[in-house]
């Protein structure tokens, strides 16, 4: 079945840099666009970044363009999301998403 096991989350102090990870199985991965999403406490979820699943084009949410990338790569299943310069903003659980599927997300916070 379809499983996407997201890592990397932590706390983080503001300015600082993460490498959240998405690893998928149980579909041809390299058929699928892929997405990341966060939800904040008491917000609702909302997309951060996306990369296609064929030349890799990739797009992002205004809030993080510029300090967030999105990557993957289609040998190992695996796509990644750099996030630089953070901000208490950014804390929010984050989740891998594809098509109708979800990871059960990994907590990022921001603070001093």
């Known amino acids: 079945q379809v499983q996407l096991v997201e890592s990397g989350g932590t706390l983080v102090q503001p300015g600082g840099s993460l490498r959240l990870s998405c690893a998928a199985s149980?579909?041809?991965?390299?058929?699928?666009?892929m997405n990341w999403y966060r939800q904040a406490p008491k917000k609702e979820r909302e997309w951060v970044a996306g990369?296609?699943?064929?030349?890799?084009?990739?797009g992002y949410a205004d809030s993080v363009k510029g300090r967030f990338t999105i990557s993957r790569d289609n040998a190992r299943n695996t796509v990644w999301l750099q996030m630089r310069s953070l901000k208490p903003e950014d804390t929010a659980v984050y989740y891998c998403?594809?098509?109708?599927?979800w990871g059960q997300g990994t907590q990022v916070t921001v603070s001093s």
């Open positions: 998403n594809t098509e109708d599927y």
């Open positions: 990369i296609n699943r064929g030349p890799g084009i990739t």
């Open positions: 149980g579909f041809t991965f390299i058929n699928y666009d």
